[in-house]
């Protein structure tokens, strides 16, 4: 739904990792808190600050999609995701390759090279 809005309005989407700790880190210094139970609304930071926990939180989550596209990149889980699939893609092609030069086909051989050139690049 956001991302639909977004888009109708000439807005930016930035989909933030499900995991990023926007409520336990400090929006002043950076330090992550170890651990919060969600019954602790307030919390004061070693380096002083004093933060609500859901401002803090939109003030990370805010920084957080500006860090993103001004990076030009992805978020970091969505990353992560694809380079696995990639690692997984390279690895079928080896095996193809491997298939192929031990069946003697150097048509097969040079097909999977190619698309491990184009997937590992």
């Not at 919390?43 to 933060?51: D, E, I, L, R, Y």
């Not at 990076?71 to 390759?97: H, I, N, S, T, Y």
């Amino acid at each position: 739904m956001l991302e639909y809005k977004a888009a109708r309005y000439g807005r930016t989407f930035v989909k933030i990792d499900r995991w990023f700790p926007s409520s336990k880190l400090c929006s002043e210094c950076g330090t992550l808190q170890e651990s919060m139970p969600l019954n602790v609304r307030d919390w004061v930071c070693a380096c002083g600050a004093t933060h609500d926990r859901d401002v803090n939180a939109v003030i990370n989550v805010l920084a957080e999609g500006r860090r993103v596209v001004a990076a030009g990149r992805k978020p970091a889980a969505e990353m992560r995701q694809e380079a696995g699939e990639r690692r997984a893609a390279v690895d079928v092609l080896r095996q193809a390759q491997d298939i192929y030069r031990s069946l003697g086909n150097q048509a097969g051989m040079g097909r999977t090279l190619e698309l491990l050139r184009r997937t590992e690049g």
